[in-house]
C-alpha cells in the first residue's frame, strides 16, 4: 500500500476522492482552506468551485446530492453560522447522494473573529459529526462519511481543527471507488425536499427516527475505539485532546471516539463498568462532558479542571489533572531581547494609505474581515469595529440612523472585495431601500488576500485559473440604487482624503471603489508597474527624524538611533531607515514626509 505524508486537509481532500465525489465546494477560511485548493489541483475528477460565500457553497452542494451525486462543502467555523439556513434544514430533506459538510474550528483564536465548538451544530442539527485525530483518520471518516450520508439519508458533518487541518503525518493510500448510484432528479420526491409545512411534519418524525438508528450504529462505528490498560483511570476525548491525553498519560484507559454525535451509549456503559474512575478531555466546550453526566454517570474531573478555552495541549493536560495551574515553560532568551514583530500590512499594500487617510480624516470606521483588520493596530488605529463578514455596512447604515445629521462627515464602512460579494451586497442594499445615507468603500485588491489568494467572483478566474465573468463594482452599485459612486487610487493620500470627506458628507449613500490597486502579492496583476520607482532611500542630510513615516507602519521603514544633525544644522536623536529588499516603491512615504528627506533610488 503506497502511504504519503499528508497535512490533514489535503486528508480530507483525498478520502473525498477516493469516495467518487463529482462536486466540491466552499469558502475560503483559515484553517479549512487548502481543503478545496487540494482538491482543485490534484483531483481531476472533482468539480471544484469558490462560492461568494458559505450560505452558498452548501446550497450547490446540496443540488448535487439531491441530484444523486456525492458532494462536499468545507469551511472554517464562523462559516457555518453563514450556512446554517440551508444546513438545518437539510437534516430534514435529508440527500440522495452522499453529502458531507467540512467545517474546520480555530481554538485559541489564531485566525477567527471568534472561539466557538461545532459540535453543537451537529446536536443542533441533529446529523451524526465525526472528528479525526489524525491525517489518516481525516482521509478515512472523509471516506466513511458518504456511506454513513447514503445508508441514513443525512448530511454528516466532518470536524477538524487547527492542529489536524495543518499538522503532516503518514496517511496510506486507496485507489477511488466511483457511486453506483445513477445521477438524476425526480419529481416524485417533491414530498421529500419540499420544506413547507405539511411535508415537514412528515419529516421531522424521520429526523427522530433517524437519530435513534444513528445512536444504535454508533455503538457499533469501527472509529470509536475502547483501549482498556490500567483500570483505575478511564478517559473519554475525541480528536486531538485524545492525543494530547494519550501522550501524557499512556498507562490509563481510554474510550476514543470517532463519532463524537450522537455518542455510543451502550459503549459508554461499557466503558464506566470497566473502569474506576472516568475524566473526559475535551477542547472549549463541556460537549461530551454535559452529554455523559445527562445520562446518568458520574464524571472523576472534567471541565473543573481542563480549561474550556483555548487550545490543549500534552503540557497543559498533564498539569490539569496533576492539579496544578498551566504555566507557559520558561525560555532561555529574554523577551526584551528579540524583536517584537507584530502582524503587518505587506509593503506596498494599498490598504495602507487608504487608511492612513481615514485616520487623517478622524473617521469612525467600521471595519470588515480581511487583512485590512490589521489597521486598529498601532500606529493606524484607523478601524474600530469588526464583528463577522459583511457587518461593516450594516453597521455604518445603523450608526448614522442613530446619530442623524450628527453623523455626517464621521462614519464610514470599510470592506474587502471579496468580503463585499460574501455578505456585503445585501446591507448595502439595505442602505439604498431604507433611505440610508453611509458611506461604503470596497477595497478592490483583486483576491481573497487574508486566507491565501483565493480566487472570488470579482477577480475574473476559477478556482483552477479558467479566465471567466468579473463583477464591476461600479455596476453592481448603480444596480443596488447607489447614485453617488466614486473611484479613487488609494496610493494618492491627498486625493482619497478630498472624495472621502465629500462622500461622507453627502446625505445619501454613497459607494466608494478603490481602482488599480490589486494586492502587492498578486504577480499575475503586476501591480509594481503603476509605481515609478523601485525603491526609495532617506537623505540623511534632510531627515529631521520626526518619525512621520513610521506613522504608516510600513514593513520596510525602520528607525536607527543616534545623535546627528542635518545639513542645515537642525539637531536630532535618530533617523528613519529604508530597507531597500522590502521597498516596493509605493511612494506613500514620500507624500507622508514634510522634508523631502525620501527620495528615490536608482532604476
Known amino acids: 500500500m503506497k502511504k504519503e505524508l499528508m ?13 467518487g465525489v463529482k462536486v466540491a465546494t466552499a469558502y475560503p477560511g483559515t484553517p479549512s482552506s487548502e481543503i478545496l485548493q487540494d482538491v482543485a489541483s490534484t483531483y481531476p475528477e472533482i468539480y471544484p468551485e469558490w462560492a461568494p460565500n458559505e450560505k452558498v457553497a452548501v446550497e450547490v452542494a446540496a443540488g448535487a446530492a439531491l ?48 472561539e466557538q465548538d461545532s459540535r453543537n451544530w451537529a446536536r443542533f442539527a441533529k446529523v451524526p459529526m465525526l472528528e479525526p485525530s489524525d491525517g489518516q483518520e481525516c482521509k478515512d471518516f472523509a471516506k466513511i462519511a458518504f456511506e454513513i450520508s447514503e445508508k441514513f439519508d443525512t448530511p454528516v458533518m466532518l470536524r477538524t481543527e487547527t492542529r489536524v487541518a495543518h499538522s503532516d503525518s503518514p496517511v496510506v493510500l486507496g485507489e477511488r471507488k466511483e457511486s453506483t448510484m445513477t445521477p438524476g432528479l425526480d419529481p416524485k420526491d417533491t414530498p421529500k425536499y419540499v420544506m413547507v409545512p405539511a411535508y415537514v411534519r412528515v419529516r421531522r418524525k424521520f429526523v427522530e427516527e433517524r437519530m435513534r438508528k444513528l445512536e444504535a450504529y454508533a455503538d457499533k462505528f469501527k472509529y470509536n475505539v475502547m483501549e482498556i490498560n490500567d483500570t483505575k483511570i478511564g478517559v473519554i476525548s475525541s480528536g486531538v485532546s485524545y492525543l494530547y491525553a494519550k501522550e501524557a498519560f499512556p498507562e490509563w484507559s481510554y474510550l ?36 455523559i453526566k445527562a445520562m446518568g454517570y458520574k464524571v472523576f474531573h472534567g471541565k473543573d479542571v481542563i480549561p474550556n ?15 496544578k495551574a498551566y504555566k507557559q515553560p520558561k525560555i532561555r532568551v529574554k523577551p526584551e531581547d528579540l524583536p517584537r514583530r507584530p502582524p503587518n500590512l505587506c509593503a506596498g499594500c494599498s490598504h495602507r494609505p487608504l487608511f492612513y487617510a481615514l485616520k487623517k480624516l478622524g473617521a469612525y470606521v467600521f471595519g470588515d474581515i480581511g487583512c485590512y483588520t490589521l489597521a486598529a493596530a498601532p500606529p493606524l488605529q484607523a478601524l474600530h469595529a469588526c464583528i463577522c463578514m459583511g457587518a461593516s455596512v450594516g453597521m455604518a447604515h445603523g450608526a448614522m440612523k442613530a446619530l442623524g445629521s450628527e453623523g455626517l462627515g464621521k462614519v464610514v464602512a ?13 446591507p448595502l442594499m439595505d442602505v439604498v431601500y431604507n433611505k440610508g445615507n453611509s458611506t461604503t468603500i470596497v477595497l478592490d485588491n483583486r483576491i481573497t488576500g487574508m486566507t491565501g489568494h483565493q480566487e472570488h467572483a470579482g477577480t475574473g478566474f476559477t478556482i483552477r485559473q479558467e479566465p471567466t465573468n468579473m463583477v464591476d463594482y461600479e455596476v453592481l452599485g448603480k444596480a443596488l440604487g447607489v447614485k453617488s459612486i466614486r473611484k479613487i487610487d488609494p496610493y494618492d493620500i491627498k486625493g482619497c482624503m478630498e472624495i472621502i470627506k465629500e462622500e461622507m458628507a453627502k446625505n445619501e449613500p454613497s459607494m466608494i471603489i478603490c481602482k488599480d490597486s490589486p494586492c502587492m502579492l498578486l504577480r499575475r496583476a503586476k501591480p509594481l508597474e503603476k509605481f515609478k520607482n523601485p525603491f526609495y532611500f532617506i537623505n540623511a542630510d534632510k531627515c529631521r527624524g520626526c518619525k512621520m513615516c513610521l506613522e504608516i507602519n510600513c514593513p520596510a521603514i525602520s528607525w536607527r538611533a543616534g545623535e546627528g544633525e542635518t545639513k542645515d544644522g537642525h539637531k536630532r536623536k535618530g533617523t528613519a531607515y529604508i530597507n531597500r529588499d522590502q521597498c516596493v516603491g509605493c511612494e506613500v512615504c514620500v507624500q507622508v514626509c514634510k522634508f523631502e528627506a525620501i527620495v528615490p533610488g536608482q532604476k
Do not use: C
Open 7 to 19: 497535512q490533514g486537509n489535503a486528508a480530507v481532500a483525498r478520502g473525498a476522492w477516493e469516495a
Open 67 to 114: 441530484s444523486g451525486v456525492r458532494s462536499m462543502a468545507a469551511m472554517k467555523h464562523v462559516g457555518l453560522n453563514v450556512a446554517a439556513d440551508p444546513f438545518m434544514t437539510l437534516a430534514y430533506t435529508g440527500v440522495k447522494g452522499g453529502m458531507l459538510v467540512v467545517v474546520a474550528d480555530d481554538p485559541n483564536v489564531h485566525s477567527s473573529q471568534n
Open 256 to 291: 476514543k471516539l470517532g463519532m463524537v454525535w450522537p455518542l455510543p451509549k451502550k459503549m459508554i456503559a461499557t466503558f464506566f463498568k470497566k473502569v474506576k474512575k472516568v475524566i473526559i478531555v475535551e477542547e472549549l466546550d463541556p460537549f461530551l462532558e454535559t452529554e
Open 309 to 323: 478555552m483555548y487550545e490543549l495541549s500534552p503540557e497543559i493536560v498533564e498539569r490539569s489533572l496533576k492539579g
Open 414 to 426: 470599510v470592506i474587502g472585495d471579496s468580503t463585499f460579494l460574501h455578505g456585503g451586497v445585501t
